[in-house]
């Protein structure tokens, strides 16, 4: 009997201890390491929004409106668009499968060189409610808005209209 | 919607000695910017001034080929050669266009067939002589005028007589 227990106690005291969970040895982080990002998500202009001409006809208050389906529609003084106006297209590029945010502005301002201003809003894109990058890690969308325009508003504008990507 | 920063501030007040290690987050891609451009610009008028007149045109006796009377759009007047002779006022047609100003009018005007009022199976073609377009400057509110030329081709065979027709114009941006 006394033998067994000096084998037992022996054998007790020759074990390798048990590690314990360090939850703290690890750098941590806020997300889960499965979700951190290798690379950016860039945005790539391949089209700027353009509504070519548009003939306005007195000095009252009108509108042009692009689609991101490529349809338009002019309403009040403003009396033709021109047949070059075209969509806006960005590409999105980061990594395949990851679900993205993209904010667009509701509205900007668009100015001439000779001081005018013009409204450019309701900005709408094609985007889907949950925008993901395909296999090959990019999403293209179409964007396209409202040019309010009042009284005499002859002239070229230009705007920027900043487009801000993220991971999701 | 809680954005990242927010998170990252509660996570660094809850555990302030880890988030001394923590890494941040790599999520925001660069803003771009997408140009919005239009041009704005008024109705485009189109007046009449005066008519083209290429004067009268005498033709010689005897048989000959054809020879070429025109005015060109600015005004300078050509009679052919010695088969031909020319007398009268001679003006090319003159229009007024109007619009915005500092834009490039393009003009659009087909050939024109001149019909014998004496014989209307008779004509002849008017080939119009088009300056193309015209730049508006800073005269596009009050308008501009331009011209348009045009020339025959007589012989022999043709027919005497008055010959009129109607220019088809056309402006756009």
């Given amino acids: 009997m006394v033998r067994i227990a000096l084998v037992t106690v022996l054998a007790l005291s020759a074990a390798t201890p048990a590690e314990a969970q360090c939850r703290l040895c690890s750098t941590p982080v806020t997300t889960h390491s499965e979700d951190a990002p290798a690379t950016k998500v860039t945005v790539e202009i391949e089209t700027s929004l353009n509504f070519d001409r548009l003939v306005v006809l007195g000095a009252g208050t009108g509108s042009a409106e692009l689609r991101p389906d490529g349809s338009r529609s002019a309403q009040g003084t403003v009396a033709d668009i021109g047949p070059r106006a075209m969509v806006g297209t960005a590409i999105l590029h980061g990594e395949p499968g990851r679900f993205v945010r993209v904010d667009l502005p509701s509205r900007i301002e668009l100015y001439s060189l000779s001081g005018g201003q013009i409204a450019f809003d309701e900005v709408s894109s094609d985007l889907p409610a949950m925008p993901r990058l395909d296999p090959s890690g990019s999403l293209t969308f179409r964007f396209g808005g409202r040019i309010r325009i009042s009284g005499d508003a002859d002239g070229d504008y230009r705007g920027d209209l900043p487009i801000t990507a993220e991971y999701q | ?173």
């Fill in chain 2, 1 to 173: 919607m809680i954005d990242f920063p927010t998170i990252v501030r509660r996570a660094s007040l809850a555990f302030a000695t880890a988030t001394l290690f923590a890494t941040p987050a790599f999520a925001v891609g660069p803003n771009q910017n997408a140009n919005a451009t239009a041009k704005i610009v008024k109705p485009l008028t189109l007046t009449w001034v005066q008519d083209l007149d290429l004067g009268t045109i005498v033709l010689g006796s005897g048989t000959w080929a054809a020879t070429t009377i025109g005015i060109t759009s600015g005004g300078v007047f050509t009679c052919g050669n010695t088969n031909v002779s020319c007398s009268g006022a001679t003006k090319p047609a003159q229009y007024k266009v109007t619009g915005t100003n500092n834009q490039r009018v393009f003009i659009t005007a087909p050939n024109v067939t001149l019909t014998n009022q004496n014989d209307s199976t008779k004509t002849l073609q008017l080939t119009v002589d088009n300056p193309g377009f015209v730049d508006l400057g800073n005269s596009g509110n009050s308008g501009l005028n331009f011209g348009l030329g045009g020339s025959i081709a007589v012989s022999s065979a043709t027919v005497d007589g008055t010959y009129t027709g109607q220019f088809n114009v056309t402006v756009n941006y």
